[in-house]
């Protein structure tokens, strides 16, 4: 179940920062010593590697109890990008599947080695409480915090207005984040804003609209919904009908690493036909759970396949599970084909697969289940994963009684952030992975979906804040703030051409728990405008601000 309470991380800033300070000298040193058994280490197998880790936890505990003896900004954010790369070194090896870059278990070992506990292993042995092999519903951010923080001491006040506009408002007024910007500050606790420069001015959002996404998703199906795939038998024609239930997750790799499986749904169409004598079928497939066109209107493009309610592997034609890759025309005949060989394998002949419809007269074989609903928004997040965003779009749609397709689910969107008493004013969605440069966003929106994300009376939302990319660790801030803030901001990214936008929560040298949204257009160069957001983000970790 996803963890409701929030207030923790409302007091682990000044702890965060005190262990940062302390441990930086120590820790550069014991990285640079350890650096060829951790080598030795990840090439192991798994069994030693998880021996090696859990004999490390009490060295890096004390490590990180150490007394703190100077302070700065400068000794923070060193000494958080030394601790960052030097776990993430660590965690990245024993991390599972999708999981490698560190994100879940990363938060987890640096709890543990507090001796506090925190988070949840979504490594893909993990069982569900429902299904063994599934990762687990999100982990609470909140334990984790509490983990690296240890007590939880009362905060100092907010930060103000004119302290955060001296900060911000030179490292917004750069050049390189064009000639429109804006930006707004939030605090957690209060739901009260703190800074904002073009608060309501509505910008080309990119893909933060994912953050908009994800909570429409969660609000109208639940944290614990599961999108199924299933198959079905037509008796009097001895067809069997592979039926999309809109699962973008579905894989046919050999290990499904807890994601739903096509083999695996193929092992058990075969065995239920066996038990009907049935050894040779026609194989049909059904895509009718979506509507409208299937290519984006960006077109053909490796950042997303055509949208199908059936496809496995994102119809990506490598072996990659995220970031661009090229995408078969066709996912739901290519998975289909796909399923055809593993039945063939199991001992059914078919038919070459082609489009139909299952009636309501067929008779049910088989099915997989993806996992919960809050899975699929931390991979979508951290990935920045278009085919899921889209996926889920339509499932909102689905959910609310809207067309499953751009249009219905772009309107889905939008309803449902407007029932959630959001900022809704001058937004627009096209689609839901923000791909659209016709899509618009506010920063007054994207930090109240922060803010709501994190409120006692919506824990189903809960997995919007634990999804965003970890600095330094994870999905597309990986290897950003490495030399500063590492682990301590968590955003999600965006970017299209002349677009660049930032959008998450960071906890600041008070302990306060703070959201952004920081969007620019117009600008000539992203790496330059990348640069310069993930410096106000820094800043405003660092900052007292008072």
Known sequence: MVVPELRPWRAAGPHVVRAANAVRPRLARAARAAKPQLERVANAARPRLEQAVAAARP???????????????????????TAGVALAVTVAAAAGPWDSTGQRTAEVERAVARDRTGGADHGPRAD??????????????PSVLVGLGGSTNAVKSAPTGPALADVLGP??????????????????ATGRRLYGTGADDPLTPASTTKIATA??????????????????????????????GGDPTLTAHQESDGWASLRDLADRTAAALKKRSVHEVTLSYDTTLYTGPALHPIGVNDNLAPVSALMADEGRTDDSSSGPAPRVADPAADAATRFARFLAADGIKTTSPGPSRGTTRAQALASVSSPPLSALVERMLTNSDNDIAEALARQTALATGAPAGFAGGASAIAAQLKKLQLPVQGARFT???????????TADLLTALLVKAGAPAHPELRPVLTGLPVAGFTGTLTSRYTDGAAGVVRAKTGTLTGVNTLAGTVVDQDGRLLAFAFLASQTSNPMSAQAALDRTATALAACGCR
Do not use: F, I, M
């Open 171 to 188: 490292l917004l007024g750069v050049p390189a984040l064009g000639t429109q910007h804006t930006a707004v500050v939030v605090d957690v």
């Open 59 to 81: 060295q890096l505990a004390r490590v990180l109890s150490a007394r703190p003896k100077t302070s700065g900004t400068w000794q923070y954010t060193a000494g958080a990008a």
């Open 431 to 441: 689609d839901g992975s923000g791909l659209n440069r016709d899509d618009r966003l």
């Open 128 to 141: 569900t409480s429902d299904k063994a092999g599934s990762p687990r519903p999100a982990p609470s951010a």
């Open 215 to 244: 909570v429409a998703a969660l609000s109208a199906l639940g944290a614990e919904h599961r999108l199924t795939t299933r198959t079905v038998l037509e008796a009097d024609t001895k067809e069997v009908v592979l039926v999309g």
